[in-house]
């Protein structure tokens, strides 16, 4: 296995964590302290919003909790075979409507996105690794796990410290190393008006 470092490597200088956190699914289990998880916490407190709305909420389980199984099973199966080694799982959520005056929050989504991005950089510059994961079944979840009507369930995220790739069933293997790259700057930035 190759260092991250010789796989990932930045067109322009800026800091290491933005592209050595990636997303494994090889995690080892092992027990994540109540201050690790609100550190990951303390640093999604921090991200920008709309009006200072703060609209995301975090549920989790930790591993082996009453609550893990309940967790887990909101995933999508091909989720639930790694994510079952993640130390705690994590249940994004948003407020849709601002609490100053009731009006719907065209920005709840993308706020509560700053926020896991918060979450997931603090993990890996704490030794730790975030993934999220989409493969959600989105109203199982929302029922099983009480979320109100105003909420939205945006993701679940697997945290768990890296484990050895040979974890990992047959199929997963192949898709964890090298890390995804990127597209270029020039992909995705115009100077001016769309072109
Ligand atoms: C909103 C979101 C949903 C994702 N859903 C899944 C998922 O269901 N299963 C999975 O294995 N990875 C999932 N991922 C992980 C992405 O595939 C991964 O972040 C992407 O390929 C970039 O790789 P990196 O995070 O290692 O840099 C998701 C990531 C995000 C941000």
Redo the contacts with the bound molecule.
């Keep these: 296995m190759s260092n991250i470092n010789e796989v ?1 490597k930045p067109e322009h200088q800026i800091d290491t964590l933005f ?1 050595e ?5 090889a995690m080892t289990g092992e027990e994540i302290s109540n201050e690790t998880l609100n550190q990951l916490f303390e640093a999604a407190r921090w991200a920008p919003s709309c009006f200072n709305e703060q609209p995301w909420n975090f549920l989790y389980a930790k591993k082996d909790s009453e609550d893990w199984g309940l967790f887990l099973k909101i ?2 199966e ?2 639930q075979l ?2 079952k080694n993640a130390s705690v799982l994590i249940a994004c959520i948003s407020k849709k409507t601002f609490t100053r005056n009731g009006k719907p929050n065209g920005t709840h989504s993308f706020d509560a ?1 700053a926020a ?1 991005q918060n979450l ?1 950089l603090q993990a890996y510059s704490l030794g730790w690794s975030a ?6 079944d989105y109203k199982k979840g929302k029922v099983d796990l009480k979320i109100p009507e105003d909420y939205q369930l ?3 995220i697997a945290v768990g410290k890296q484990a050895e790739v040979s974890i990992l069933p047959e199929d997963f293997k192949k ?1 964890e190393w090298p ?2 790259g ?1 597209k270029s700057i020039n992909d995705f930035v115009q100077k001016g008006q769309w072109k």
């Design positions: 990932r592209y956190r990636w997303s494994p699914r995933l999508v091909v989720n790694w994510a996105g896991w997931a993934h999220g994961m989409a493969g959600v945006e993701m679940m898709k890390p995804s990127r």
